[in-house]
């Protein structure tokens, strides 16, 4: 089981047969990543909170590819409100609840596990453009792409000032993600 679709196609290329070979994208836990305020206490999400927006545009992730770095200097540059830092599971779904756009731009082009946490918090997510075969969700309905750092800032911009249609497609992107991507539909 591979986690991106290439990955299938290079170990059917190197002699592992096709039948024994299948493409399994990353998921999030529900437990893990939510909409609403952690409960440290109770460990459980209380999802019927209000969660106010702090950051513009937030980054949760490593800086261990150029690109990356080159594109999130560009958004830190042009939306100064803006929480870059290394967080996992639920302090990191927190951040995600608190951003009105998460970012994100995969190291090799490939379905990381940033979408999917993304979607699964709740959170409008603005990610580099894959390969329709490559994602199960659609531009435009359960997220937004982009193509290149122009395009990824003036949509960035242009989200930041149309709260309404953000909001609506984080939801839909939540429900796709809670409908079909945690990890219990994986097993």
């Not at 993304?118 to 435009?140: H, I, Q, R, V, Y």
């Amino acid at each position: 089981f591979c986690a991106q679709r290439k990955a299938v196609s290079d170990f059917i290329r190197d002699g592992i047969p096709a039948d024994r070979c299948h493409w399994l994208p990353h998921a999030f836990d529900p437990l893990a990543y939510s909409r609403g305020i952690f409960d440290l206490k109770k460990n459980a999400w209380n999802r019927d909170v209000y969660v106010s927006k702090r950051y513009d545009v937030c980054f949760v992730g490593h800086m261990n590819d150029e690109n990356r770095i080159l594109h999130v200097d560009r958004l830190f540059r042009e939306f100064p409100n803006f929480y870059w830092g290394n967080k996992r599971f639920h302090e990191a779904a927190e951040v995600y609840n608190q951003s009105r756009i998460v970012f994100n731009v995969s190291a090799r082009s490939e379905l990381n596990m940033r979408v999917f946490e993304a979607l699964g918090s709740g959170a409008f997510l603005l990610t580099d453009k894959l390969p329709e075969s490559e994602t199960p969700f659609k531009d435009g309905i359960h997220y937004v792409t982009y193509e290149n750092k122009d395009d990824m800032a003036e949509k960035a911009r242009y989200f930041l000032a149309h709260d309404e249609e953000r909001e609506q497609i984080a939801k839909a992107g939540h429900e796709e993600a809670l409908k079909a991507h945690s990890y219990m539909h994986r097993t």
